[in-house]
């Protein structure tokens, strides 16, 4: 991978959708959909009623005949993808639900799903019911095909710009998924999925009708949308299957953890629960956890010994190796 050709195609492509921005008098994140739009199209400059005008279109017209000789991988511009929204919640910011998934996290991902889904020879089917813009599913699909699986993915949102900024994304990355516009506590995938992740959104559902059909439901008062969403999420993940979910670290402590243990201890097994380093957090009120269940069936029982374990750092080399050899012996000694 060329960090020079990522780089520099990040200078021109955010040239070029502030060129967008300031022609369409838009928002930066809609100017950004219109850049990948032309870039789908062929680098053509899509023009409506004289907008962009001639000056505008000319400079893009520059900007996209540089473009075109970068020649990007698709991980590379997945990459390149996720810099150019980084940029964009630097000068328009968004809600704490609505933040990328770091890289760092959605690597860890892409190491426990190898652990648990060791056969490449097998297609792997992976669903997200918190996709976002999509940079955790895409980082998924991208670096699972880079080891050799022949992976695709599933991804639900009800924010239509998020969904909008995914669906472009997936074509311009070609990450083989299908994304669904739509609140994923009333909407199922077309079928079960081997793996359910997501970074989920922390906070309480609005629709107390709905949430009561779920066995996580708060018996009163709203319920926690992140509970609701795992445990919709491994209802769509077949027998045995596994579910790689970003939770408060104090789930198990929360004034509704006893109904999300419940649930639990009926319909899945919690193998363990990974705690992030605190760099990543502004606080310890923000800090998440890596919770890893498994549903139930022929093949999968409760591990001997959950895996607890506290990742310290992902900036230390050494840290993040001896976290690597104590996830491989558990799994080799419980799974």
Do not use: C
């Amino acid at each position: 991978m060329s960090v020079e050709s990522v780089e520099s195609s990040f200078h021109l492509n955010l040239e070029a959708i502030e060129l967008l921005q300031n022609a369409l008098t838009t928002s930066f994140f809609e100017a950004y959909l219109e850049q990948v739009g032309n870039i789908l199209d062929e680098y053509n400059v899509q023009v409506i009623s004289d907008v962009p005008d001639t000056q505008t279109v000319e400079k893009l017209k520059t900007i996209y005949q540089e473009l075109q000789s970068k020649n990007l991988e698709s991980e590379e511009i997945r990459k390149l993808a996720q810099l150019l929204l980084l940029k964009g919640t630097q000068s328009e910011p968004v809600q704490a639900n609505h933040q990328l998934t770091p890289d760092s996290i959605g690597f860890l991902f892409v190491y426990l799903i190898e652990q648990f889904y060791p056969n490449k020879k097998e297609s792997l089917s992976i669903l997200d019911v918190g996709v976002g813009t999509g940079n955790l599913l895409f980082t998924l699909l991208t670096n699972l095909k880079m080891s050799g699986y022949d992976s695709r993915g599933f991804g639900i949102d009800n924010d239509e710009l998020l969904i909008e900024i995914a669906a472009a994304n997936n074509q311009w990355i070609q990450a083989n998924a299908t994304l669904i516009h739509q609140d994923a506590l009333q909407q199922e995938v077309p079928e079960l999925v081997d793996v359910a992740v997501s970074d989920l959104p922390i906070g309480y559902y609005p629709i107390d009708s709905i949430a009561y059909s779920f066995e996580t439901a708060s018996k009163k008062g709203h319920s926690y949308a992140h509970h609701l969403l795992v445990e919709q999420a491994m209802k769509q993940v077949r027998e045995n299957g596994f579910g790689l979910f970003l939770l408060p670290s104090n789930f198990l402590e929360s004034d509704q953890s006893e109904y999300f243990k419940n649930w639990i201890g009926k319909s899945a097994y919690l193998q363990g629960i990974i705690q992030l380093p605190d760099e990543l957090f502004k606080n310890e009120a923000s800090r998440k956890s890596i919770v890893i269940l498994q549903n139930k069936g022929a093949e999968a029982k409760q591990a001997n010994q959950i895996l607890v374990a506290q990742l310290a750092s992902l900036k230390d080399p050494q840290k993040v190796a001896h976290f690597f050899t104590e996830v491989t012996a558990w799994k080799q000694a419980n799974i």
